[in-house]
């Protein structure tokens, strides 16, 4: 397709837009002046004329500083819209810094307090933990009775008793007979003196003598002279009516120990269980337990109980015990317990066989044998006991396990226990308490196991501080304090020192007890020991002999 014709190839119209283009008068132009387009010919604008013609023009346009000028600084007044802020930091302001102040001031201190409120917690917690034992709980005067959060109501005063006696509360005095009025013989009937017929009455003279009688006075005198003189009242024992309480470790002489032990002596023996000597005398067995009347089926096994003639499993189930001449029957009494047995069967089973039947055996309620070595004990003449766990003063460092005693535990569980260790096995006189230091020194928490003692009829060995058994009223089974650990420092000369000892407090009191536990050592110290009694007076018996009562 060809193209048109272009129309600007015309001469006539070309001709015709330049006549009109000179009819267009010229336009006017303003020039500023000089100075100030010196610099920059670019800078020049057009005429206001052309820029009012000018639809893309602009009112006012930027007016362009020479790059060479120094700009510097406003003076501080042209900042007085920000308060007066230094030049050189124009985006800061006073009330912007105290801001940002304040607010640091207020993390620093909300820092300390956590910090504080952190270390005191961390601490409690820690004391908690690791803190020294349990303060004693608060003790008062009256029964004791404790609820379900441990918690003591009303518990008696912290005494204890003689070691080796029964203790009972004695009656209350006499009543007194009723004041009678007293009778003025001169106002009873027929005895008005007329002072017509005694005229010496008027006077105030006495009445004379009759001839060949003395004077009133004298009569008096003589008649007090041959008065015999009445015995004084003793003055009013002001704790009658009170048991008599005495602290079983006062007044006792000085334990003196050796510094440490010796050397044997040369071609000297190391004790062992095999190398003790045998019983010359096959010992006689005791009587077969349980007695029908001391004894009843529960759920945690055969339970001791009270008989109905008023026999008690402590009692029934002892060792016949009678002082042999040339010894009186008030000779001293010691005795030792041989404890913890049951766990190991070596030493349990030379303790039946080449101890004395007069020696009493406590064996370990954890034994998994314990019935079986009860029965072998008793055929072989022994009494035998169970030893009760009590919660330490290092508890739980030394636990003393799944049956143990504890002071965080409520009553009711605490005389569960009692009842579970009391069925394990029968034939038994009574409880050796063993560890003990924090739960034996608390009356508030020995009492109901003392007083559930005195129902089940069984005996108790102290091992504990003196001050745990309290008051001893309502206690009616015998209650014994354990005078000393023998195998406290387990060394010859240590074992030999603590038996003396036990001689020197049978002589001073009547009675002494002492407990051990099974070793080599302990046996072999023992039978030497025992074997110089009689020359010192003083017999050896087992601890149901130490009471005081006489066992059946």
Do not use: C
Not at 233 to 241: F, L, M, S, V
Not at 343 to 369: C, G, H, Q
Not at 387 to 405: A, I, R
């Amino acid at each position: 397709m060809a193209a048109g014709p272009d129309p600007f190839d015309d001469p006539q119209l070309l001709a015709l837009i330049a006549s009109e283009l000179e009819a267009l008068p010229p336009p006017e132009v303003s020039v500023p002046p000089a100075d100030d387009f010196a610099s920059d010919p670019l800078s020049q604008s057009p005429p206001s004329s052309a820029r009012a013609a000018d639809p893309f023009s602009v009112s006012e346009e930027p007016v362009l500083r020479a790059t060479t000028e120094d700009p510097g600084y406003p003076a501080e007044d042209d900042f007085s819209a920000l308060g007066g802020v230094s030049p050189e930091d124009p985006f800061a302001t006073d009330e912007a810094d105290e801001i940002y102040r304040n607010r640091r001031r207020r993390r620093t201190v909300m820092g300390l307090i956590s910090t504080a409120a952190l270390v005191l917690v961390l601490g409690a917690g820690l004391f908690w933990l690791f803190g020294s034992s349990e303060p004693e709980p608060w003790v008062a005067e009256g029964l004791t009775v404790l609820n379900e959060k441990g918690v003591p109501i009303a518990v008696p005063p912290a005494e204890a008793v003689v070691s080796g006696t029964r203790v009972t509360m004695a009656m209350p005095p006499p009543p007194k007979p009723p004041l009678q009025a007293k009778t003025d013989p001169a106002s009873a009937l027929g005895t008005e003196k007329s002072t017509a017929r005694r005229p010496w009455l008027q006077s105030g003279q006495d009445a004379p003598a009759a001839p060949g009688e003395a004077a009133p006075a004298e009569a008096a005198v003589a008649a007090q002279a041959e008065k015999p003189t009445e015995p004084t009242a003793p003055p009013a024992d002001p704790n009658a009516g009170k048991p008599k309480v005495v602290d079983p470790m006062a007044a006792l002489p000085m334990l003196v120990d050796p510094l440490g032990p010796t050397l044997r002596a040369a071609g000297g023996k190391t004790p062992s269980y095999a190398g003790l000597p045998d019983l010359k005398v096959p010992p006689a067995p005791l009587k077969e337990a349980p007695d029908p009347d001391l004894a009843k089926r529960s759920p945690l096994g055969i339970l001791p109980i009270l008989g109905r003639d008023g026999r008690a499993s402590w009692q029934a189930y002892a060792h016949p015990f009678k002082v042999q001449p040339p010894l009186p029957a008030s000779a001293p009494k010691v005795s030792v317990i041989v404890g913890g047995l049951g766990m190991n069967p070596d030493a349990t089973d030379t303790a039946i066989r080449k101890l004395p039947p007069e020696v009493t055996l406590a064996f370990s309620p954890y034994s998994p044998r314990l019935d079986e070595f009860v029965k072998k004990a008793r055929a072989n003449g022994h009494e035998v006991m169970l030893e009760l766990p009590l919660e330490p003063e290092n508890f739980p460092s030394q636990d003393p396990g799944p049956l143990g005693l504890l002071t965080i535990l409520p009553q009711i569980d605490n005389l569960t226990r009692l009842e579970t260790i009391l069925g394990k096995t029968t034939g038994y006189v009574g409880l050796l308490g063993r560890m003990g230091g924090k739960f034996g020194a608390s009356p508030v928490h020995m009492r109901p196991v003392l007083e559930a003692m005195t129902k089940y009829g069984v005996m108790y060995v102290h091992t504990a501080s003196p001050k745990g058994l309290g008051d001893m009223r309502g206690i009616a089974v015998p209650v014994v304090q354990n005078i000393v650990m023998v195998d406290d420092r387990p060394f010859r000369d240590a074992f030999d020192a603590r038996l003396s000892y036990l001689v020197t407090v049978a002589k001073q009191r009547g009675t002494a007890v002492g407990v051990t536990n099974p070793s080599p050592m302990a046996y072999d110290r023992l039978l030497a020991w025992m074997a110089t009694l009689q020359a010192q007076g003083v017999v050896f018996a087992p601890v149901s002999a130490t009471t005081g009562i006489p066992a059946g």
